[in-house]
């Protein structure tokens, strides 16, 4: 039971830095990862981050998106001189 709860709070560890860094790939390894969480507090803390992770993802796919668009426009101006 110590060990799961180490492991727990190792992971909440991780994703708060990956979130205070805007990591998406480790956010993402982070999430897939997830352990088995058996204590309530550590459980809403978890359920917060992971809420957070998901602005910072949802942020940086429109930052993408947007940027996709930006290419795609430049690459229709240059070949439609």
């Known amino acids: 039971?110590?060990?799961?709860?180490?492991?727990?709070?190792?992971?909440?560890?991780?994703l708060k830095v990956a979130i205070i860094e805007k990591?998406?790939?480790s956010i993402g390894l982070l999430v897939k990862s997830m352990p088995q969480i058996n204590d309530?507090?550590?459980?809403i803390e978890a359920?917060?981050?992971?809420s957070q992770?998901?602005?910072?993802i949802d942020k940086e796919k429109t930052k993408a998106m947007?940027?996709?668009?930006?290419?795609?426009?430049t690459k229709a101006f240059v070949q439609n001189p």
């Open 40 to 43: 309530l507090n550590h459980a």
């Open 66 to 73: 947007e940027m996709m668009k930006k290419i795609k426009q």
């Open 53 to 56: 992770a998901i602005q910072i």
């Open 23 to 25: 990591d998406t790939n």
């Open 47 to 50: 359920q917060a981050l992971i």
């Open 1 to 14: 039971m110590l060990g799961m709860m180490r492991l727990a709070m190792k992971w909440l560890n991780e």
